[in-house]
């Protein structure tokens, strides 16, 4: 069993706690009393080139983020004019953070909010936008063609967008003609999850070499090269995974509208609102 094929084992007995401890009749009732959903596609693409920055505390590829830049990032991200819109984590076991959280988050920001998780299931999709999702991540490497299609009807009939990501030109086909908004992600996610979890065995020094040696969690930016071709030309296109400030203008000149950041930021010594400069310096001082 693949580390991917763990995490979907894992994230269906989640769904199983989260259904028993909250059924859908509840999130539904939620979703009456709060706000409508920010349209997510438009404030991505709304003067120009944006960044869909995230918010997580750990990750299976980059293992824990810089905890003061995880706290400075929610006010660091609602200040930025680069920031357009924000990805939230919400698995616990591999991402620390809950969905629970999102709501919260989403006030603090002030801006559009993409639920992303490991999604197959339509009780996820209500509960995104019952805790304040605007937006879902459907993954095409998870999801049958016929399944990502019902998934996204449900969250568009309940307000939302989605962000359908792909590694491949075999899941670029699988995406239903409707879609709007497409992400190419260059990370691999090829680990063996019985390595991954006997590193719990080991001292911590062993274990991150062992770790290293088992896992396959590398990018491929020339993919980003190959694939946006494959894309329908009204699409909004994002780029996805492994991209550092000195990679974003070349990003967008390849023809992306937006780009979705994480560890580069979460991780920074620099720190996130400095992080964040150096992006927007990368963008102004190469104008397409």
């Not at 197959?120 to 304040?132: C, M, S, W």
Request: hydrophobic share 45%; proline share 4%; net charge neutral.
């Amino acid at each position: 069993m693949n580390l991917l094929q763990q995490i979907l084992s894992d994230k269906k007995d989640d769904l199983a706690t989260a259904k028993a401890a909250q059924p859908r009749k509840e999130l539904l009732q939620r979703i009456r009393d709060i706000p409508a959903a920010i349209p997510f596609g438009e404030a991505l693409t709304r003067e120009g080139f944006g960044i869909i920055a995230e918010i997580k505390r750990k990750s299976p590829s980059m293992r824990a983020m810089i905890p003061a830049n995880v706290e400075e990032a929610p006010g660091a991200y609602g200040e930025s004019s680069v920031v357009k819109a924000v990805s939230i984590l919400t698995d616990w076991k591999y991402f620390g953070m809950r969905i629970e959280e999102l709501e919260g988050l989403k006030r603090r920001i002030g801006k559009p909010v993409l639920r992303k998780d490991f999604i197959f299931d339509e009780y996820q999709v209500v509960e995104a936008r019952a805790f304040g999702a605007d937006a879902i991540l459907l993954m095409a490497a998870v999801l049958e063609k016929a399944r990502l299609l019902d998934l996204f009807d449900v969250a568009t009939g309940l307000g939302m967008d989605v962000l359908f990501e792909c590694h491949t030109n075999d899941e670029i086909d699988m995406i239903p003609d409707k879609a709007r908004l497409y992400g190419i992600n260059s990370r691999k996610f090829k680990t063996d999850a019985r390595a991954f979890h006997s590193r719990a065995s080991k001292t911590s020094e062993d274990a991150e070499g062992h770790l290293d040696r088992a896992r396959d969690f590398s990018t491929d930016l020339h993919l980003f090269k190959e694939l946006i071709g494959q894309l329908p030309a009204s699409a909004v296109k994002v780029a996805e995974s492994g991209l550092k400030p000195a990679d974003i203008a070349s990003v967008r000149a390849l023809g992306f509208d937006g780009a979705l950041i994480g560890a580069s930021l979460l991780k920074s010594p620099l720190g996130v609102r400095r992080t964040l400069d150096l992006f927007g310096k990368a963008l102004n001082s190469n104008p397409l």
